[in-house]
């Protein structure tokens, strides 16, 4: 016997259901755990660079050309200050010795140029410690005063004493490179020493080899009065001569 028909679409309203659907959209945002997971890093994992960077390369910045600059001074450590006088991030540095100057762009590349052709076919690897954010503006020759600061001619660097400027590492042997920073040396303005990864750091002009901080910000040691020695008072060779 066929089944009713009133029957039948009772039966089917009943097994229809109305679900809320969300008007919101989804949240996509990751679990804490999984993006814990992916951010987990070695703890030996060392920063490429701790400065900020201001976008080109390190020889010609992405900065206005036409915003003038003042000449400044290179920094002096007065407070004990140790940065950029180690070796950071390779195996050998090339290092200031005499005092502040300002490099320019020109003659960094030039000095980047000459390890690079003395190392041809090696593996490394070089660092740039420094960076030419400094523009030189320069006016003609036989100008009178005045009528402004000049125009633009090229880019610069201020470099402090005992500053590193430039790392490298790779498999290269030790007095390669040491003959490759010697010509670098050459190129560039001023005097230089070759440093290794562990040697001491620079305070101002004192290397602390053997000595710490500590004992250089002490304060002189008072030296007794009773271990004082007055000086000697020699009388002239006028007043000892008397007269006839």
Request: charged fraction near 25%; charge should be positive; hydrophobic fraction near 35%.
């Amino acid at each position: 016997m066929p089944p009713n028909g009133p029957s039948c679409l009772v039966g089917a309203f009943r097994s229809l259901r109305i679900s809320h659907t969300p008007t919101t959209r989804p949240s996509i945002r990751p679990n804490a755990s999984i993006v814990s997971r992916k951010l987990q890093c070695p703890q030996n994992a060392r920063l490429f660079s701790a400065t900020a960077s201001m976008g080109g390369t390190w020889l010609e910045p992405k900065l206005d050309r036409k915003k003038k600059m003042m000449k400044g001074r290179t920094r002096v450590a007065t407070g004990g200050s140790t940065k950029g006088t180690k070796v950071e991030w390779g195996d050998y540095g090339l290092r200031m010795t005499d005092h502040g100057r300002r490099i320019s762009a020109k003659q960094l590349k030039v000095a980047e140029d000459t390890i690079k052709q003395r190392l041809r076919g090696q593996k490394y690897r070089i660092y740039k410690r420094v960076c030419c954010n400094v523009g030189v503006f320069v006016s003609g020759n036989e100008i009178r005063m005045g009528k402004g600061k000049g125009s633009f001619d090229h880019w610069a660097a201020r470099v402090a004493v005992n500053q590193i400027i430039l790392e490298m590492k790779g498999l290269v042997h030790e007095q390669v490179v040491r003959d490759a920073f010697r010509l670098a040396g050459n190129k560039l303005p001023g005097q230089w020493e070759f440093v290794k990864k562990g040697d001491p750091a620079v305070v101002g002009i004192t290397k602390l080899d053997g000595i710490t901080l500590e004992e250089l910000k002490r304060p002189r040691r008072k030296i007794p009065a009773e271990l004082l020695q007055p000086a000697s008072t020699q009388p002239s060779g006028s007043a000892t001569q008397q007269a006839p």
